[in-house]
């Protein structure tokens, strides 16, 4: 079992950053991809971003490439979410999530971060 806590979330104006971190604990070394995804109220989850725990490659929803970055300190078993020139339709509850070895989809969710951009 893998367990996720999500922070850094609050209230930002537009063009404004925040960064979020997703502490991981548990069953890290059965992690092979870290992923980021948000809820605005109506919507349905989408996918913001994603890590190979241990590799090297990333991938972004296309409104926010160029403006997020995710990244991960394997020391700490950490993922962060950078998150510059914030916009209003980037308001959201955001969700750490990780994909474990065997599994086809992410398999653990941390309880999410409200993020408020003002405009």
């Known amino acids: 079992q893998v367990q996720l806590v999500e922070s850094g979330g609050g209230l930002v104006q537009a063009g404004g950053s925040l960064r979020l971190s997703c502490a991981a604990s548990?069953?890290?070394?059965?992690?092979?991809?870290m992923g980021w995804f948000r809820q605005a109220p109506g919507n349905e989850r989408e996918f913001v971003a994603e890590i190979r725990w241990r590799g090297t490659g990333t991938r972004y929803l296309d409104s926010v490439k160029g403006r997020f970055t995710i990244s991960g300190d394997n020391g700490k078993n950490t993922v962060y979410l950078q998150m510059n020139s914030l916009k209003p339709e980037d308001t959201a509850v955001y969700y750490c999530?990780?994909?474990?070895?065997?599994?086809?989809?992410?398999?653990?969710w941390g309880q999410g971060t409200q993020v408020t951009v003002s405009s």
């Open positions: 999530a990780a994909q474990l070895s065997g599994t086809s989809a992410y398999d653990y």
């Open positions: 548990g069953r890290t070394f059965s992690v092979i991809t």
